[in-house]
Structures are given as structure tokens and as C-alpha cells.
């Protein structure tokens, strides 16, 4: 079992998207509670595990509701948009939230939205200092870079 969290908008429901089904869509639709999708990865040693993924609708802070959904889960996928300096912040607090729960996870940090590079607000420099203490991979759900690598990285941490 795997959630992604982030703020209103970042991606999260685009990138289960793109994974899921290749598709791709500019409508914004609100995720409304949590939808779940699997896939099955086939991995580097043959073996295959399937990826149960659980979208949870988007909020800074993690309520009672949300918090039950997390039960279970082995893996996090913290998701920001790079044009938003804000939804990092809200990433990292997520992450923080879900740790007293969750303290043995395994976390990637997404930071989605890449074909807009030219408008990200993330710097650099951030992103360097983030690589210090977690694996960062960023995305785009729109023209698909890092999405698979994100998944299977998650399959190949939770299979190791
Ligand atoms: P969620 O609230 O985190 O589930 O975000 P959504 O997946 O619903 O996406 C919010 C908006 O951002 C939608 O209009 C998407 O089309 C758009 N979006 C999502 N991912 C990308 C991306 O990688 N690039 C661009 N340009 N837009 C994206
Ligand atoms: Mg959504």
C-alpha cells in the first residue's frame, strides 16, 4: 500500500493518472476522499509486486479521516508542484505528520510539474539540501518524465 499526499493541485491525482493508464488531463477534478488503484511492477529480479495506490484528496494538514487512510501503508509518495514554493513546505509537513504513524515508511518526495521548469519556484540549492536526507525525483504527469522511475523505485524500496 502506497499514498500520495500533497497540497490541492500539485498532481497527485495526474500522476496515479499517467501511471495507472497513460493518460494525461488539463481538467481539474477534486479528488473527493481517496480513490484506489494497483498496477503490478515487474522488477530488476524477475519478481513482480503489485502496487496498491491510494490518492488522498489533498490538504496541508493531515485530519482524523485522512490519517485512518494512511493505516497500513508501507510507502509514502509526498508529492509538491515545482511552481509552488508552499507545497513543499506542506510535502515536509506531511511527512513529519505521518511519521508518528507511520515510522517505518518508506518516502519519496515528488516534485511534479517539470515541463514547467522555466516557472518553478524550487531552487536548486533546495533541491540539493532535500537529496541530503531523501531520494527526490521529480516529474511531470503531463509529458510523463520520472513517473515510472517513481513507482518502480518505490516497488524495488518496498520488495528489498
Ligand atoms: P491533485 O489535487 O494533487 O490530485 O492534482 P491534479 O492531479 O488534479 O492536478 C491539478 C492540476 O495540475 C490539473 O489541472 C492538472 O492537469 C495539472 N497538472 C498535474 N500534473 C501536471 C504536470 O506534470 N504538468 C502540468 N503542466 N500540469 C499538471
Ligand atoms: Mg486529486
Known amino acids: 500500500k502506497v499514498c500520495l499526499l500533497g497540497d490541492f493541485g500539485v498532481g497527485k491525482t495526474s500522476l496515479v493518472a499517467r501511471y495507472v493508464r497513460n493518460t494525461f488531463s488539463d481538467s481539474y477534478l477534486t479528488t473527493v476522499g481517496v480513490k484506489v488503484d494497483s498496477k503490478e511492477v515487474p522488477l530488476a529480479d524477475g519478481a513482480v509486486r503489485k502496487l496498491v495506490i491510494w490518492d488522498i484528496a489533498g490538504k496541508s494538514g493531515l485530519d482524523a479521516l485522512n490519517m485512518s487512510y494512511l493505516r497500513g501503508a508501507s510507502g509514502l509518495l509526498l508529492v509538491a508542484d515545482g511552481t509552488r514554493e508552499a507545497t513543499l513546505r506542506s510535502a515536509v509537513d506531511l511527512l513529519l505528520q505521518s511519521r508518528s504513524l507511520l515510522p ?57
Not at 104 to 132: C, G, Q, S, Y
Not at 151 to 158: D, I, P, V
Open 104 to 160: 517505518d515508511a518508506h518516502a519519496i518526495l515528488l516534485i511534479n510539474k517539470l515541463d514547467l521548469v522555466d516557472r518553478w519556484e524550487v531552487a536548486p540549492a533546495t533541491l540539493v539540501e532535500l537529496r541530503k536526507s531523501m531520494t527526490v525525483i521529480e516529474t511531470s504527469a503531463r509529458q510523463g518524465d520520472g513517473v515510472e522511475q517513481a513507482f518502480r523505485e518505490m516497488a524495488t524500496r518496498l520488495h528489498a
